[in-house]
């Protein structure tokens, strides 16, 4: 057995050398590894964080915008309710004033019509005056009258 422990005692020291030279030998690369991958994904933890910092900032620009948006859409709504409101104001006022003028136009051309019928009325009461007249004269002229009418009127020149 002596054999058989000699040899697991080479055995142990040739593990531990070989351990050795292998914590000798990658040491760095192993610490480097595990460096770099911690360092990585720090990185990509950092980078993460900053997008999430960054998307939470344009989202809160993206939330203001889209307020001043519906802002200035409530500015242009009531300014465009107030611009309506002066048109319609604008119109009606424009109607009544053409409505006015279309009546004092038809006053007028009332009065001219009435005028005219006065006028007519009374060329047509002086035209039937004047017949009745000469149909009077006519009926009251007799001849001997008439010798006397024209005696006088030629004294006159």
């Given at each position: 057995m002596e054999g058989g422990g000699h040899l697991l005692f080479w055995k142990f020291v040739n593990t531990i050398i070989l351990f050795a030279l292998?914590?000798?030998i990658l040491r760095k690369p192993v610490s480097n590894f595990i460096s770099n991958g911690?360092?990585?994904?720090?990185?990509?933890?950092?980078?993460a964080k900053q997008e999430k910092e960054e998307?939470?900032?344009l989202l809160k620009e993206a939330e203001k915008k889209s307020q001043e948006a519906k802002a200035e859409a409530e500015r242009i709504?009531?300014?465009?309710k107030e611009v309506a409101q002066r048109e319609k104001?604008?119109?009606i006022a424009?109607?009544?004033?053409?409505?006015?003028r279309i009546v004092k136009m038809a006053?007028?051309?009332?009065?001219?019509?009435?005028y005219k019928a006065k006028e007519e009325l009374k060329k047509f009461a002086a035209q039937k005056a004047v017949e009745l007249?000469?149909?009077k004269l006519k009926g009251s002229i007799t001849p001997e009258v008439n010798k006397k009418l024209i005696e006088s009127s030629l004294e006159k020149l």
């Open positions: 292998l914590y000798w911690i360092e990585a994904i720090t990185t990509k933890f950092e980078k998307a939470l900032k709504i009531a300014y465009s104001e604008q119109i424009e109607a009544k004033q053409t409505a006015e006053d007028e051309e009332i009065e001219k019509e009435l007249a000469e149909n």
